[in-house]
């Protein structure tokens, strides 16, 4: 009974004060970030080469509109073929699962049928882990 009664007043005065609770929360938050300054720029000093590259690289390929329109055909591609290969076989190929099917490349440069596998998401994991 004191805890609904507790619950209550908590969502009441939540309610009533939400603009005192989000400003103190920005204001705990830039706090936060100006005393864990350091350790964040070490951190992403560390990672800045790999994820500067992504960026870029993402960037670059989505503006060029040849490259976007391949990407775009790309995936229409791959969802039909992920499509007639659920309707074909409609199970995993090493449990027999027929939920949450992905598909397998056996080799990542091609998309042909035969380079391929249906598996469930379980049997997917297990394999890369095991690779």
């Given at each position: 009974?004191?805890?609904?009664?507790?619950?209550?007043?908590?969502?009441?005065?939540?309610?009533?004060?939400?603009?005192?609770?989000?400003?103190?929360?920005?204001?705990?938050?830039?706090?936060?970030?100006?005393?864990?300054?350091?350790?964040?720029?070490?951190?992403?000093?560390?990672?800045?080469?790999?994820?500067?590259?992504?960026?870029?690289?993402?960037?670059?390929?989505?503006?060029?509109?040849?490259?976007?329109?391949?990407?775009?055909?790309?995936?229409?591609?791959?969802?039909?073929?992920?499509?007639?290969?659920?309707?074909?076989?409609?199970?995993?190929?090493?449990?027999?699962?027929?939920?949450?099917?992905?598909?397998?490349?056996?080799?990542y440069n091609s998309n042909k049928k035969e380079n391929i596998t249906?598996?469930?998401?379980?049997?997917?994991?297990?394999?890369?882990?095991?690779?």
């Amino acid at each position: 009974m004191e805890n609904e009664k507790k619950n209550k007043y908590e969502r009441e005065y939540r309610r009533k004060n939400l603009k005192k609770i989000r400003k103190y929360q920005r204001e705990y938050h830039r706090k936060w970030d100006q005393e864990n300054r350091k350790k964040i720029m070490k951190h992403k000093i560390k990672n800045k080469n790999r994820t500067e590259y992504n960026k870029e690289y993402t960037k670059d390929y989505r503006k060029r509109k040849e490259i976007k329109e391949k990407y775009i055909l790309r995936q229409i591609a791959y969802h039909n073929l992920r499509k007639t290969l659920i309707d074909k076989i409609g199970k995993c190929q090493i449990c027999g699962d027929n939920e949450k099917l992905e598909l397998h490349h056996k080799n990542y440069n091609s998309n042909k049928k035969e380079n391929i596998t249906l598996l469930c998401r379980n049997c997917h994991r297990q394999l890369h882990r095991k690779n």
